[in-house]
């Protein structure tokens, strides 16, 4: 079972509460046996190093990395101090338990190569452990003792999360890739087998007409027109379903899904037929943009043109452009339609009013990229969608493993 929200905060909070208390009382402990034994400030070097690595483990979440490396370094420097100044071996027990949830954190969720120095520098404590206690008596070996194998259960801690997170993320792999086929099959099925219906009766229909004859201009014609676009939109649609299944399915030889600047020009050229007339600037090199940013932009023009046909019916033209910028590439879908013109937003879920999906589906994907949108009325009349959108490399995003985190 996960546990996620305010469970996941809760459980985080009661296991640095308890790390905390163990830590305290580890560090009192210790020092009160040091003053006993050895006398004098000998517990202080520890105390104060077991102070500062405690508080490390209990900040470990805002820097995995960074107070994992500070951590060792402030245990390696109390090593060489406790050896040039005489007093008890470091790390004390409450820094070798504090180190231990550092590496263990670190092993667990940072990548391959900040984990495995982590590691390394565990392993460089526990060397100049016992390297400080060599030219003593045995009896002071307890201390590296008990540095490696607290070390040596952080890795297998760590590695053991590792592991089940991996374990994890590969049952949800499973599970989403069966969910993908179950949806291609039922779109191959049933939704494939509806749309090849209407194309055969599409085609069907402009055979009937041939037959009956349509001259130009006669009253059939645009009968047939409409049947033509009925049987051109659908073989589109079946072209475009066809290849969203064989992306569900991970088809080695599906067609590729990013559309180029042709079919922005096909797109265009189809609504010019049902629509008003469409100013279409692209640049003179659209490659070489990755393929989401391609398929974005064609859905931005496309959502625009299609709230256009909806809510400015009497539009009378529509620009349409697509320039590079600096780091990236703009596009502006705008109308020429009068603010009467347009559908009531209360019913016709006209752009930029927040109703209907249209608008947030854009905003979604144009967002995803960390680009921009903007959609309003224009100041000399009209309306236009703006769309940013970055071409070069993204930032990386934090990654969350699945599932609760260690306490």
Known sequence: MHITGRGAAAAQLSGDVALGLVLTGTLLLTATALAASWGGSSWLLGLCTGTVVGALALLRRRH???????GLGVAAVAVVVARLAGLPGEPSPATALALAV??????????????????????????GSWLAAAPFTSDVSVVPTVVT?????????????????ARREAAVDRVRRDERLAVARELHDVV??????????????????ARGGTPPGSPAQPVADAVAGIESAGAEALTSLRRVVGLLRDADD???????????????DRFETRGPRVDLRLPDDATGWPPEVTTTVY??????????TRHAPHARAVSVTVERVADGVRVEVSDDAPARGRADPDRGH?????QGYGL????????ALDGTLAAGPRPDGGWSVVATLPTGPRPARPVRATGQEEP
């Open 360 to 367: 947030v589906g854009m905003r979604e994907r144009v967002e």
């Open 254 to 268: 599906a067609s590729p899904v990013a559309p180029g600047p042709e079919e922005l020009t096909v797109l265009v």
């Open 299 to 308: 859905r931005v023009v496309q959502e625009s043109l299609t709230n256009v």
């Open 102 to 127: 550092l590496v263990a954190s670190a092993v667990r969720v940072l990548p391959a190569g900040q984990a495995t120095t982590v590691a390394g520098g565990g392993l460089v404590v526990v060397v």
């Open 350 to 354: 006209r752009p930029g009013t927040g």
């Open 64 to 70: 995995r990395f960074g107070t994992a490396l500070a």
């Open 192 to 209: 494939a087998h509806h749309i090849t219906g209407i194309v055969v009766q599409a085609q069907a229909a402009q055979l009937l007409l």
């Open 149 to 165: 194998a607290a070390w040596l259960c952080a890795l297998a801690a760590g590695l053991l999360g590792r592991l089940l997170v």
